[in-house]
């Protein structure tokens, strides 16, 4: 608080100067008790202990939310007993002043998560039972003589204690016998310090040269760097086998040559073997040379020949070779793991570039057989350790036969899969590693129970590395997001084609392939031979969910289908394991079985043969071969049944690996693929109206709503009968509007139609049925319709459409001509006049034999047409849409909808004869078309404008072209290749005897 009788003389002047005002004024008094107030009053800097109660119930509150009520009364506790008291003395008694309310503050703003913090209150009770520090050993040594130094040579402590009982002959660790008296004085030693260091309770250190001379007797002679052990020199016959070979091979040879060579018991080999087999990269007796061990020359066994001792160190050096390539496998994946994630591939060495997902989840299952495999080594060393037993470097390696093959084989794969690998991409290491795998199992699958063993161990390995290929798959139609950063599965996502792409189905992945000259495996996809069943399967699901998650459906397939409820390589363990259990016990039944009736058929022989009278030894023989017993006795026959041999189905890791895949893994995939293919297809019918769109594609492009189409066309072929202009876009487009607009007002703005101009000027100049083929419809599809309605199945449509719209305007032409004619005929009969056209120079016939041939022709020229026309719309269109319905309902993914679309569209383009198969009967059909028109354009000029050489043409032409269809259609129709047609030909077949017949004059 600031002290006021100090600055109101201050606070006079500043006054003054600033506002003018003189002492004694109103304003004056005012502007100080102003000044004062604020100096006497001012809280700028000061805590506010309003706002410090308010942080500290907004925290009692929050404890209280968050169940911990212990927590807020002991904080409530503590606050109110520190505001209470003195914050620094006794007698300074001043509660709840503002330096209280700073502290408060202070810890308020250091506690960051009072409710994440666990609280223990101490109570002073526990404090108070603390028991003090107290000394033990002075207490208990209180009444009792000082401790001599045992170290003291003058000590008689020891004197009256048992001498140490010597073993007569014991064996060193060559098998050779040696000084015994040193290494009694050794052992004795050695209990008298292990007695002083229990007693003493600390590291006895000698002192001189006693201790010297002590430690230089137990401790091994560093033979690694020439020292000479002289304790392998013993009495025994065959301790000098190797000194007097080598004397022998001197003797033998002209120039001797003279190593100096190590002498080396075979404890100190069957050490430095279990070492470099548990992975140690340095030896004495093995020296490394790259990735492999070869075996130090001067190294000298006594007892041993050299020959011998090469070739077993020969042996066990080609081991640790193999051990050592298989570590530094495993150092090399474990040094930096997930490597592959780092996206600048420059930054990366050579080593970590070879790194992903599989060679990591492969080095894994190595290292749990190679621990396995030191798991042994160790019960070896403490054999070893332990001296209760002789151990040779023989025994060893009878103890390690078991795993010898095991570890070669897992080499020999490895350099085949992994170091000789000639790919350096990770997609094609990765199928040469999982081929390597299966085909090894196969082949020692086919050797039988030989090999058991390690068929289950490859099975373990090639489990454990399919995992990265099972979780890609798993996440991807788990989560509809294919991650694979090492670029390691054969399905890629192109990453070019978005999702709401039209391309996306057919190039949104793509499959890795060999490039490579090799001709075993180019153009070959690099799919792993577990995975060529379902890989199709995949694919299809994997696009699927990645549709689903563009259309924010992913939430809802992920609950309706429960598909984060267990992982594909979990349910693929457990299935593994489920079938080892069905199958122990379906063998164990039927070698049951096997065994009763073996046994059965055994005692009614026995029975048989000691019946009196016939027993015979030569047919006991005989049956005794047959049946593997023998009927000597009771007793031999007994035993004999007894050991009877059943023979016992192989377990789950000994059936073939593509049976194991198919009723494990498979289903599986196969299920949740299921699944969501079908969840596509409904959510495209049920959200997105797939068969309402198709529908008004069929009503649209195929002329099913013939209402709103023939608003639309029928005002185009008027203007092309009157040859005025109609492709201009502003006419089209609103004609369009309007004849949509009426019926289907929702899809105005998702309709529109474009003329090419120079298509139609190209076949116009030919045939004026061709003056339609520019026009297009244009149908906006919006994702994920897109995939199925595409820029390919709409030009299909467009196709169907204009060649449709030629058969309407045929028939529309013909029918204005019988219009004309009904026309004319009604002005007859009331008597108008009939005007004659002119006549035309050249032959020339009466008028009414003219109009008798031109009804006839017309008559000819509308069956063809009326009957190109009820085949299409009836018989082609109506029935092709019934059959796709039934196709399109029977599809369980969307690639069955879109083989259902696409047959769909080939039988149209077929059966509405737009198939180059059958092009020479739509130009024929189209060439009758022609006629008409031309017939349409002569009538509307005028009768005169027919002669009769112009009407012989064109029944000629009409009647080449029905001829040659009817017989065309006949023909087909036998030959079974188009039976649509039959309907067409049998049409058609009533026009031929007509125009087979000469033309009336």
Same mark, same amino acid.
């Given at each position: ?26 304003? &004056? ?11 006497? +009053? #001012? ?128 064996? @060193? ?57 002289? *304790? ?7 301790? !000098? ?25 075979? *404890? ?17 007796? &093995?020296?490394?040379?790259? @990735? ?21 160190? !020969? ?9 050592? !390539? ?68 023989? @025994? ?10 095991? $570890?070669?084989?897992?080499?020999? $794969? ?17 199928? +040469? ?10 082949? #020692? +699958? ?36 294919? &991650? ?36 075993? #495996? ?69 070698? *049951? ?28 023989? @005989?049956?005794?071969?047959?049946? %593997?017993?023998? =009927? ?10 007894? !050991? ?30 299921? $699944? ?36 639309? +066309? ?19 487009? %609103? ?41 297009? =419809? ?52 009331? %008597? ?88 020479? $009967? ?22 005169? *404008? ?11 032409? &009409? ?20 039976? #649509? ?21």
């Amino acid at each position: 608080m600031a002290d006021v009788s100090k600055t109101e003389g201050v606070a006079e002047e500043l006054v003054e100067k600033l506002t003018g005002f003189k002492n004694g004024g109103e304003n &004056f008094k005012r502007t100080m008790q102003y000044v004062l107030s604020n100096i006497k +009053y #001012h809280r700028y800097l000061d805590v506010n202990s309003h706002t410090v109660n308010k942080e500290i119930k907004g925290v009692l509150e929050k404890l209280q939310v968050h169940s911990k009520a212990d927590k807020a009364e002991a904080l409530q506790a503590v606050v109110d007993k520190f505001l209470e008291g003195p914050l620094v003395s006794p007698k300074a008694s001043h509660p709840k002043s503002d330096a209280h309310y700073s502290v408060l503050s202070v810890l308020l703003l250091l506690a960051g998560t009072p409710t994440s913090q666990d609280y223990e209150e101490k109570t002073e009770h526990e404090r108070q039972n603390e028991e003090p520090d107290f000394d033990w050993p002075k207490y208990l040594l209180e009444d009792l003589p000082p401790i001599k130094d045992f170290n003291e040579p003058s000590s008689d402590e020891w004197e009256d204690e048992e001498e140490v009982s010597i073993p007569e002959e014991p064996l @060193n660790d060559s098998g050779v016998i040696t000084d015994q008296s040193r290494h009694a004085t050794d052992n004795t030693s050695q209990s008298q310090l292990a007695i002083l260091s229990h007693v003493t309770g600390s590291t006895v250190t000698g002192g001189g040269d006693a201790d010297r001379s002590w430690l230089s007797r137990n401790v091994v002679v560093q033979y690694w760097q020439g020292e000479v052990d002289m *304790t392998m020199e013993g009495t025994h016959k065959y301790s !000098q086998i190797a000194r007097q070979w080598e004397s022998h091979e001197k003797e033998q040879s002209i120039f001797p040559i003279v190593n100096c060579m190590h002498d080396l018991t075979e *404890t100190h080999i069957i050490r430095e073997t279990l070492w470099i087999l548990m992975g140690a990269e340095e030896s004495f007796v &093995f020296q490394r040379h790259g @990735n492999h061990f070869e075996v130090r020359e001067n190294i000298r066994v006594n007892h041993l020949t050299p020959s011998s001792l090469n070739t077993m160190l !020969q042996s066990l050096a080609n081991d640790g070779s193999c051990i050592l !390539q298989l570590q530094s496998f495993v150092n090399n994946m474990r040094s930096c793991p997930s490597a592959y994630c780092n996206r600048d591939d420059s930054a990366l060495s050579s080593q970590e570039s070879s790194r992903c997902q599989t060679y990591e989840a492969y080095a894994e299952a190595l290292a749990e057989f190679l621990h396995s495999f030191r798991d042994a080594l160790v019960q070896i060393e403490k054999t070893v350790l332990v001296q209760e037993q002789q151990m040779t470097l023989a @025994n060893v390696m009878d103890q390690l036969s078991p795993w010898m093959p095991k $570890v070669k084989l897992l080499a020999y $794969v490895h350099n085949k899969a992994v170091v000789d690998c000639p790919q350096q991409k990770h997609v094609y290491r990765v199928w +040469y590693l999982l081929d390597m795998l299966h085909n090894s199992i196969m082949e #020692h +699958y086919s050797m039988g129970d030989s090999s058991k063993e390690i068929v289950n161990l490859l099975v373990r390995i090639w489990l454990q590395s399919i995992r990265p290929y099972v979780d890609f798959i798993d996440r991807w139609l788990t989560l509809g997001h294919l &991650f694979d950063p090492a670029h390691e599965f054969v399905i890629q996502r192109n990453s070019a084609v978005e999702v709401k792409s039209p391309h996306f189905w057919q190039e949104g992945f793509t499959l890795d392939r060999f490039q490579t000259d090799e001709s075993t #495996h180019r153009g070959q996809i690099a799919v792993p031979p577990f995975l060529q069943p379902v890989l199709r399967h995949i694919i299809l699901a994997g696009k699927c969910m990645e549709v689903l998650g563009s259309v924010g459906q992913l939430g809802t397939i992920r609950t309706e289908a429960n598909l984060e409820s267990t992982s594909m390589y979990s349910n693929l363990i457990t299935s593994t394991k489920d079938m080892d259990d069905i199958c122990s016990s379906s063998s164990i039944a039927m070698a *049951t079985e096997e065994e009763q009736d073996e046994s059965t058929t055994r005692t009614l022989v026995v029975q048989q043969l000691q019946l009196p009278g016939t027993t015979d030894p030569l047919l006991a023989k @005989n049956f005794d071969e047959v049946l %593997g017993t023998l =009927l000597d006795s009771d007793e031999n026959t007994e035993e004999r049944y007894s !050991q009877s041999d059943a023979s016992i189905l192989p377990d789950v890791n000994n059936m073939p690996l593509s049976l194991v895949i198919k009723r494990s893994l498979y289903p599986s995939i196969l299920s949740r693929c299921n $699944v969501i293919c079908q969840q596509l297809v409904n959510t495209l019918k049920a959200k997105f109206d797939l068969m309402a769109n198709l529908a008004i594609l069929r009503k649209f492009y195929l002329l099913e709503d013939g209402d709103v189409m023939c608003d639309f +066309y029928v005002d185009i072929f008027e203007k092309l009968r009157r040859q005025e202009s109609w492709s201009d876009y502003l006419y089209l487009h %609103g004609h369009l509007q309007e004849a949509f607009g009426r019926r289907y007002p929702e899809e105005i703005e998702r309709v529109s139609v474009s003329v090419s101009s120079d298509e139609i000027s190209a076949r116009l100049a030919a045939r004026p049925i061709h003056a339609l083929d520019g026009l297009t =419809l244009h149908y906006q599809v919006d994702h994920p319709l897109n995939i199925i309605i595409n820029s390919q199945s709409l030009d299909v449509y467009n196709r169907v459409f204009r060649f449709l719209l030629q058969v309407k305007r045929a028939k529309h032409s013909l029918d204005q001509v019988l219009a004309d004619l009904k026309k004319e005929t009604h002005e007859d009969e009331k %008597g108008k006049p009939v005007t004659h056209s002119p006549p035309v120079v050249g032959t020339r016939i009466d008028d009414a034999v003219i109009k008798h041939q031109l009804y006839l022709l017309r008559f000819k020229l509308m069956h063809f047409v009326n009957s190109i026309h009820n085949y299409l719309m009836t018989r082609i269109l109506h029935t092709t849409s019934l059959e796709f319905q039934d196709d399109f309902n029977r599809a369980t993914d969307l690639d069955g909808v879109l083989s259902a679309h696409e047959n769909y569209l080939t039988k149209v383009l077929q059966r509405c004869l737009l198939h180059d198969k059958v092009s020479l $009967v739509r130009e024929a059909v189209v060439k009758v078309l022609n006629i008409a028109l031309v017939f349409q354009r002569k009538w509307d000029a005028g009768i005169h *404008t027919f002669s009769d050489d112009s009407i012989t043409k064109m029944e000629s032409e &009409f009647n080449n072209c029905s001829i040659f269809l009817s017989t065309m259609l006949i023909n087909m129709t036998k030959r079974g290749a188009f039976p #649509h047609l039959a309907a067409l030909s049998f049409s058609l077949a009533s026009l031929q005897q007509s125009t087979t017949s000469p033309p009336s004059k």
